[in-house]
């Protein structure tokens, strides 16, 4: 059974890039372009990892990752946040909120990649 992983983008050229690469390496996936869709799709469908842009519609991608890592149900989630925000102060507030990995766009596929299959064990 492949592994789900829910991308969180309201960028709909990233969310298409993610998707056809990560469904090539087997997964499927799931999607959300606002922070309540996300937050909803990751309770409904309780994925193996979520990819979480920072800057969402409704709830940002902070509060999404601080209500998932702080609900029993949820917190053994993955949460990998892939933003533009690049500063420190960016980093420490991901790393506060639950965050397991802080990628910077623009990214290396190739590098995603490789973190998703560390947190995924196969």
């Keep these: 059974m492949s592994k789900k992983i829910l991308v969180v983008d309201d960028e709909q050229d ?4 993610l998707k056809m690469r990560l469904e090539a390496s087997g997964y499927e996936i799931l999607t959300a372009s606002d922070g309540n869709a996300a937050y909803n799709t990751a309770k409904a469908e309780n994925p193996d990892l ?4 920072l800057m969402l519609p409704g ?3 902070y509060q999404v ?11 053994q989630i993955p949460i990998i946040m892939l933003t533009a925000k690049g ?3 960016d980093k420490d507030w ?11 766009k623009p990214f ?3 590098e995603l990649l490789n973190k998703i299959k560390e947190f995924i064990k196969e």
């Design 50 to 53: 979520i990819i979480l842009d």
């Design 59 to 61: 709830m940002d991608g």
């Design 14 to 17: 990233i969310v298409s890039m």
């Design 65 to 75: 990752c601080r209500l998932l890592k702080f609900d029993q149900k949820y917190k």
């Design 87 to 89: 500063q420190q102060e």
């Design 94 to 104: 991901g790393a506060k909120a639950g965050a397991d990995f802080y990628m910077t």
């Design 108 to 110: 290396e596929a190739k």
